[in-house]
């Protein structure tokens, strides 16, 4: 009988747990999970929050909060791939959330993820890696990270990857990567190329357009697009044109090709093989704004070669350009207008587009796009460039209103351009009194205010062409237009600084003008810009000189020297030098001013008030009975202090009979301030008129208005007695009678050198004789004229030099010293 032996079971040790079966439905206890060191446990447990994370947003914003991020980054490095594999899969997944890429960043998970790329990892974790580096690409430190770690080259690899998704996600990450420059120059010595047009032949919609997206981005490097079309791209580009199941990709499609044709030899190659004529037909018939849009921008680079735009004018590019204005879309109107403005560079394009695209051009400028409006007058302002053809269709298509209203444009470009297109127009007479009639000068005023340095100098040059008329300088100074002016002069900006020396040079073309200019300051300004030799230009010269010319006020004040070709003009007077830094007043705020001792202002003034009547009739004498509202002034000043008590309406009522009376139909108050008149001086003139002009020599002329001057002035001085002759104490005594430092011309009747040189200029500028009027020191001045001497016999006199000499009006009156002669040096100076 056989015994049966029973086999005893080795019981387990005792430190060893039984198997536990866990079940959870806590995301928080499922992550604690995360930190068991049993790779059971760490597999279950990732593949349980993979699936939680899968269903939403939510669920990856729980996680995030339950500090699930920095475990998962400790097990993509795991030893067991799939714990590794499981880990990837999550942070994948939940990269997409914004909270969770910060963190990673921070973590610097790029470099682990970089390394689960190797060829010999699961094809699982090279998808989800490739798909969390994809999105933490977006950020630009991320870009860097990968590139500065050596990203970019498994990246490449992968794109031979036979899995989809690792292609789609490698190809995306690559794609954000290329919006990097140095990673740009980087990749084309990785041979991106042809995996990409690999790529191209893709069963994935997807794949295909990032593929041609980073085509775009790389070809815009020359070396790259070389490469290109060593591997037959511009083939495959033009093939994917020609297909229409591909016409969703047809838009990028032309992106590529825009970059390629800005290489001429390229661009030539497509015309030799037909493939130009095939794409511009091609963007003809097309209805998709994308692919018109994008095929004007193609057209656009191109066009920036001018090898190239010979090339697109035999293909007469100008008509699709033309037809593509017409789409009924603002990108493409923008696109096409970009194109029209490179190809207008070349003057047989200029012409092509003529009067249909320019016409269609105006109509754009009343778009309510401001994009639109910018595009199409920056396409004009190139088409009117040296073109009076194109300036003329402009004109003819009714674009002088709407390019004066696209000046308050919003955009910097677009006011910019409508200034230039305005300063193209006024070439033409015609064009420019029209283009003035519309408002121009007022619509610059704003413009010239601008921060953009463009648009300032567009608008400064403008200023300098249209304001040539009269009327125009009026309106532009009545917009308050001279303000901002003046302050362009202070720009740091070279062409700005040209323009606005330029403007106010032709600003001040008339005596309102040029004061309100040395108002605001454009005197100091100019003076101190021509004292830089780095920031004074021909123009800042110019109108320093032309300010002056057209102040002579001023001029005579600062310099102390008027030319023969300095008239002298009602309103004129003589403040004496003024020293630097002083402030020149005008003579109104002269008139103004209380009685002082200071030197005495001479002033000129010939001409009437208007609308008054110089109360004249118990003056046998002929001289003036009022002087200024300064001397009512001084008067009601006086009646002041005998009576406070009285209202301000009777002083001013008193004010006005005791001066001028006024006609009933007249309003006192809303009068401009005018000097008074000096029939004295007109009196002068008249007289010099009468006897003076009628001699039959200049010599003659010279000598009989000498000797006039010095009888008006108090007859002929000895030179021992000079000091006896008390003009200080005369002309005081005018301003005491008028309690005024303001004093006509024809009120002194004894005057000095300084008094008789200018009373002889005012009257040689109303009769015709040139003469200089020169300042000395200590009240000493005097007349230059020139004149030709008797001619020896058988040389006619018109062939003898002019002499210059200085006119006695003191001494001998008459009597002329030779410019350089020992007596013309005494008279000058002080004894």
């Excluded at 430092?741 to 008094?755: A, E, R, S, Y």
């Excluded at 007349?783 to 020896?792: A, C, H, R, T």
Aim: aromatic share 6%; with cysteine; glycine share 6%.
């Amino acid at each position: 009988m056989s015994k049966k032996v029973k086999k005893e079971v080795e019981p387990p040790p005792k430190d060893v747990l039984d198997p536990l079966l866990i079940e959870s439905k806590t995301a928080a206890t499922v992550v604690l999970m995360l930190s068991s060191p049993e790779e059971d446990v760490l597999a279950k447990a990732c593949e349980a929050l993979y699936k939680f994370a899968s269903k939403g947003d939510e669920n990856k914003v729980t996680l995030h909060g339950l500090g699930a991020v920095e475990h998962l980054y400790k097990l993509i490095s795991h030893e067991n791939p799939i714990i590794r594999r499981n880990a990837v899969m999550i942070l994948g997944i939940m990269a997409s959330n914004y909270n969770v890429k910060k963190l990673l960043r921070e973590l610097d998970v790029t470099s682990s993820l970089i390394s689960q790329l190797a060829p010999e990892e699961d094809k699982v974790i090279h998808e989800f890696a490739t798909l969390c580096l994809a999105y933490m690409a977006v950020e630009y430190t991320t870009k860097v990270q990968i590139f500065e770690q050596g990203g970019l080259e498994p990246l490449i690899r992968l794109l031979g990857s036979p899995d989809p998704d690792v292609q789609k996600n490698s190809l995306e990450c690559i794609y954000l990567l290329m919006q990097d420059f140095q990673s740009c120059a980087a990749v084309r010595a990785l041979n991106v190329i042809p995996p990409l047009l690999e790529m191209l032949k893709s069963e994935y919609p997807v794949i295909q357009l990032l593929a041609l997206k980073t085509l775009e981005l790389i070809s815009r490097d020359g070396e790259t697009r070389k490469i290109l079309g060593e591997n037959k791209g511009l083939d495959c580009l033009l093939r994917i044109l020609e297909t229409n199941e591909f016409n969703d990709l047809h838009a990028e499609a032309l992106a590529v090709l825009g970059n390629c044709l800005e290489d001429v030899h390229t661009l030539r190659l497509i015309q030799q093989t037909g493939g130009l004529t095939k794409l511009l037909s091609f963007v003809g018939d097309s209805s998709v704004p994308d692919i018109q849009r994008n095929a004007a921008k193609a057209i656009a680079k191109a066009a920036s070669d001018s090898g190239n735009r010979k090339i697109l004018s035999e293909e007469e590019v100008e008509k699709c350009l033309i037809k593509l204005l017409e789409v009924d879309n603002d990108g493409v109107k923008v696109a096409a207008s970009q194109a029209i403005s490179a190809m207008s560079e070349d003057v047989g394009s200029k012409r092509a587009f003529g009067v249909q695209g320019i016409s269609q051009l105006v109509q754009l400028l009343s778009r309510d796009s401001e994009e639109v409006k910018e595009a199409a007058v920056t396409a004009l302002a190139n088409l009117t460039t040296a073109s009076p053809n194109n300036a003329s269709s402009v004109v003819e298509a009714g674009g002088i209103e709407p390019l004066v209203n696209t000046l308050s444009a919003q955009r910097d470009g677009a006011i910019a351009n409508a200034a230039t297109v305005l300063t193209n127009l006024a070439e033409h007479v015609p064009f420019r009194v029209q283009i003035g009639s519309q408002g121009m000068m007022s619509a610059l005023a704003e413009p010239l205010r601008s921060t953009n340095s463009q648009v300032q100098s567009k608008a400064a040059l403008a200023v300098a062409v249209f304001g040539g008329d009269a009327d125009a300088r009026t309106e532009f100074r009545n917009a308050g237009g001279l303000g901002p002016l003046v302050e362009l002069l202070c720009s740091k900006n070279k062409e700005v600084r040209r323009n606005a020396c330029w403007a106010v040079m032709v600003c001040a073309s008339d005596e309102q003008t040029a004061v309100e200019l040395c108002r605001l300051g454009a005197l100091e300004i100019l003076e101190d810009i021509n004292l830089s030799t780095a920031r004074k230009n021909n123009f800042s010269e110019a109108a320093l000189e032309k300010l002056l010319d057209n102040n002579l006020s001023r001029k005579y004040s600062q310099i102390g020297y008027l030319s023969s070709s300095n008239i002298i003009t009602d309103g004129f007077y003589d403040c004496g030098r003024i020293k630097p830094g002083v402030k020149f007043l005008s003579l109104e705020e002269l008139s103004m001013q209380e009685l002082t001792d200071r030197r005495a202002i001479i002033f000129i003034n010939t001409k009437p008030q208007e609308d008054l009547t110089v109360q004249n009739s118990q003056d046998s004498s002929n001289e003036l009975t009022a002087l200024s509202p300064s001397i009512s002034r001084g008067s009601s000043r006086e009646r002041a202090r005998k009576g406070k008590e009285k209202k301000e309406e009777e002083k001013t009522k008193e004010d006005t009979q005791g001066i001028l009376p006024v006609q009933d139909e007249i309003k006192v108050e809303s009068s401009q301030w005018l000097p008074p008149p000096d029939f004295i001086l007109l009196d002068y003139i008249n007289a010099a008129f009468t006897t003076i002009l009628p001699l039959t020599t200049t010599r003659e002329q010279v000598v009989a208005l000498a000797q006039f001057v010095a009888d008006k002035m108090g007859g002929p001085i000895e030179r021992d007695k000079l000091h006896d002759f008390s003009w200080q104490l005369h002309i005081s005594e005018i301003e005491f009678e008028l309690k005024c430092n303001v004093v006509p011309i024809g009120k002194v009747k004894k005057g000095t050198f300084c008094h008789r040189a200018l009373l002889f200029k005012v009257i040689a500028d109303r009769i015709g004789i040139l003469c200089s009027l020169v300042r000395g020191e200590y009240n000493r001045a005097w007349n230059e004229v020139k004149l030709v001497d008797d001619s020896p016999q058988g040389i006619p006199q018109l062939l003898l030099p002019p002499q210059e000499y200085i006119v006695d009006l003191m001494f001998e009156p008459g009597f002329l010293m030779k410019q350089g002669s020992v007596q013309a040096d005494q008279y000058k100076q002080m004894y």
